[in-house]
């Protein structure tokens, strides 16, 4: 969704190369491609970005998007022999990210309602400065197992080192990994992104370095065998192999930092990534009290497979909040993030008060609905409407959401 006179991003299809063969509307899961007799054309209203259209399409016909203002009705489509040009705005920040990225982008943003501006004393990105034509080489200067070996849930610290090659990030950003090898179909694999774990002058303070905490898939969404090709070549690299890294990307999910800025996280499993960097960047600079508070909200299933659990402990009280929820202990009722939540239920209201508090949900997507009603019910239970203050939050930059 987009805020009224936002330009909205419109999936399109370009007549002149489409040969008509209806793949694109038998590989779409929601019905969001249709036909008539001139043209195979996306309704804007349904489209969400899933991409699952985009790889089998025989020709990239399918691969065409635009900004406008005004989205093209289905007529508008139909009739086309052409393309319209394409006037997009050139724009500064997420929108000039490589289509690719901006597809993965959009999708692991719907939560908090599309693109959303930076806290105001976020500082500025530097984004998209290595590309698929021309990527970094980062060395990997360590690898990690981080949950225990008995547990399925596989998750690794990496670190990599990027030497003489610049390759500034700040918190909440990511970078995107290319694999090596092809697909299938014979094409390179496309490119992962990762959230950055570590804080803007580095893994080892002042080394050009920084981490990654990536989870080894082996199961699909639903629980089917499957081997992930990224999550797996990066667990499976070893101190000095190469890889090559574009990005970095992200320009929205940055820390605030005035003082006095409070911040909220909330997460699962590798979701814990931008919030170790966050959580590290106020514990270097402690002394200089400057930040507000700093919470965190953490699920996983057992403590064995929380990510940073040991080094969560150790910090130090009046630096952070920690409350950890556990949904597979034993002989203990499932507790998750959204119950914390409802237990800090003060502390909670009073942040959300506070114009200086500032909230990030990282995690999978399946975290997001808990989360949500949990604040409807702090709301509820405190005065506050969660519909009306929602929109607030957002437009504040406020609220940031970066599922996936
Ligand atoms: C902004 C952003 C930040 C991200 N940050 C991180 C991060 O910090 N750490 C991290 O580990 N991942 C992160 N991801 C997810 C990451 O980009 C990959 O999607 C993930 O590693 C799977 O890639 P793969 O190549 O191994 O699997 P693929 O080969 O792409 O997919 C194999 C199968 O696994 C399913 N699948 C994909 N991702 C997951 C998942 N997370 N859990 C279960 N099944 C899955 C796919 O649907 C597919 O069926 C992030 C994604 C986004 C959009």
Same mark, same amino acid.
């Given at each position: 969704?987009?805020?009224?006179?936002?330009?909205?991003?419109? &999936?399109?299809?370009?007549?002149?190369?489409?040969?008509?063969?209806?793949?694109?509307?038998?590989?779409?899961?929601?019905?969001?491609?249709? &036909?008539?007799?001139?043209?195979? #054309?996306?309704?804007? $209203?349904?489209?969400?970005?899933?991409?699952?259209?985009?790889?089998?399409?025989?020709?990239?016909?399918?691969?065409?998007?635009?900004?406008?203002?005004?989205?093209?009705?289905?007529?508008?489509?139909?009739?086309?022999?052409?393309?319209?040009?394409?006037?997009?705005?050139?724009?500064?920040?997420?929108?000039?990210?490589? $289509?690719?990225?901006?597809?993965?982008?959009?999708?692991?943003?719907?939560?908090?309602?599309?693109?959303?501006?930076?806290?105001?004393?976020?500082?500025?990105?530097?984004?998209?400065?290595?590309?698929?034509?021309?990527? %970094? +080489?980062?060395?990997?200067?360590?690898?990690?197992?981080?949950?225990? %070996?008995?547990?399925?849930?596989?998750? &690794?610290?990496?670190?990599?080192?990027?030497?003489?090659?610049?390759?500034?990030?700040?918190?909440?950003?990511?970078?995107?990994?290319?694999?090596?090898?092809?697909?299938?179909?014979?094409?390179?694999?496309?490119?992962?992104?990762?959230?950055?774990?570590?804080?803007?002058?580095?893994?080892?303070?002042?080394?050009?370095?920084?981490?990654?905490?990536?989870?080894?898939?082996?199961?699909?969404?639903?629980?089917?065998?499957? &081997?992930?090709?990224?999550?797996?070549?990066?667990?499976?690299?070893?101190?000095?192999?190469?890889?090559? #890294?574009?990005?970095?990307?992200?320009?929205?999910?940055?820390?605030?930092?005035?003082?006095?800025?409070?911040?909220?996280?909330?997460?699962?499993?590798?979701?814990?990534?931008?919030?170790? %960097?966050?959580?590290?960047?106020?514990?270097?600079?402690?002394?200089?009290?400057?930040?507000? +508070?700093?919470?965190?909200?953490?699920? %996983?299933?057992?403590?064995?497979?929380?990510?940073?659990?040991?080094?969560?402990?150790?910090?130090?009280?009046?630096?952070?909040?920690?409350?950890?929820?556990?949904?597979?202990?034993?002989?203990?009722?499932?507790?998750?993030?959204?119950?914390?939540?409802? +237990?800090?239920? +003060?502390?909670?209201?009073?942040?959300?008060?506070?114009?200086?508090?500032?909230?990030?949900?990282?995690?999978?997507?399946?975290?997001?609905?808990?989360?949500?009603?949990?604040?409807?019910?702090?709301?509820?239970?405190?005065?506050?409407?969660?519909?009306?203050?929602?929109?607030?939050?957002?437009?504040?930059?406020?609220?940031?959401?970066?599922?996936?």
């Amino acid at each position: 969704m987009n805020a009224p006179g936002e330009l909205k991003r419109q &999936h399109v299809i370009d007549p002149e190369i489409c040969i008509r063969c209806n793949t694109c509307e038998e590989s779409c899961p929601i019905d969001a491609v249709t &036909h008539d007799g001139n043209n195979y #054309v996306v309704k804007f $209203e349904l489209c969400n970005f899933c991409n699952d259209c985009i790889s089998p399409c025989p020709t990239g016909a399918i691969d065409n998007w635009r900004r406008v203002a005004q989205p093209y009705t289905l007529e508008e489509q139909f009739s086309w022999d052409t393309l319209p040009p394409d006037t997009s705005p050139e724009v500064a920040g997420d929108d000039d990210l490589p $289509e690719e990225v901006q597809r993965i982008t959009d999708i692991a943003t719907q939560g908090q309602g599309g693109t959303a501006a930076p806290p105001w004393s976020a500082a500025h990105p530097y984004l998209n400065l290595y590309t698929l034509a021309r990527p %970094a +080489e980062a060395t990997v200067a360590g690898n990690f197992r981080l949950t225990a %070996a008995d547990t399925s849930n596989e998750i &690794h610290h990496i670190v990599l080192d990027f030497g003489p090659t610049a390759f500034p990030v700040l918190e909440g950003q990511s970078l995107g990994v290319v694999p090596p090898g092809v697909d299938d179909a014979g094409k390179p694999h496309h490119i992962r992104l990762y959230s950055i774990a570590s804080p803007r002058n580095g893994e080892r303070p002042d080394y050009n370095n920084l981490s990654l905490t990536v989870k080894r898939v082996t199961a699909d969404r639903d629980g089917n065998p499957v &081997h992930g090709i990224a999550s797996n070549y990066m667990c499976d690299l070893k101190k000095g192999d190469k890889v090559k #890294v574009v990005g970095p990307y992200g320009a929205s999910f940055l820390m605030p930092n005035h003082p006095g800025s409070s911040i909220i996280m909330i997460c699962t499993g590798t979701g814990s990534a931008p919030m170790r %960097a966050m959580t590290e960047r106020r514990r270097r600079r402690m002394g200089l009290k400057e930040g507000g +508070e700093l919470w965190l909200f953490f699920g %996983a299933r057992t403590p064995d497979e929380l990510p940073y659990c040991g080094p969560l402990m150790k910090l130090p009280k009046e630096l952070i909040n920690v409350n950890l929820a556990y949904s597979r202990l034993p002989d203990q009722p499932r507790q998750y993030v959204q119950d914390l939540i409802r +237990e800090r239920g +003060e502390d909670i209201a009073r942040l959300l008060k506070d114009e200086n508090s500032y909230i990030y949900i990282c995690g999978l997507k399946a975290m997001e609905t808990g989360v949500d009603e949990a604040f409807a019910d702090v709301c509820r239970g405190h005065g506050m409407d969660w519909s009306q203050l929602l929109p607030v939050l957002r437009a504040a930059s406020r609220y940031h959401v970066e599922t996936y």
